[in-house]
């Protein structure tokens, strides 16, 4: 079975009560890119980004951005 790294946006501003423009603003990665990884419009992220989101959110452990799951081919 396949591997695929998912971003888990939308867990996150769940858990942290916040809107996808308060994490943007918080995070500074743009509103868009935050949306469209959200949606699975965009399966691809800068590190950078997941290291100033996990600093908006003050969270130690980059799992709680991304994760790996098994896909069907």
Request: proline share 0%; no cysteine; charged share 35%.
């Amino acid at each position: 079975m396949a591997k695929k790294v998912i971003v888990k946006i939308s867990e996150l501003t769940k858990t942290h009560k916040i809107s996808l423009r308060e994490l943007s603003r918080l995070s500074d990665v743009r509103h868009a890119a935050l949306s469209e990884l959200a949606n699975g419009k965009r399966e691809n992220i800068n590190f950078s980004h997941i290291v100033r989101i996990a600093e908006a959110l003050e969270l130690q452990d980059i799992r709680e951005i991304i994760d790996m799951v098994e896909v069907d081919e």
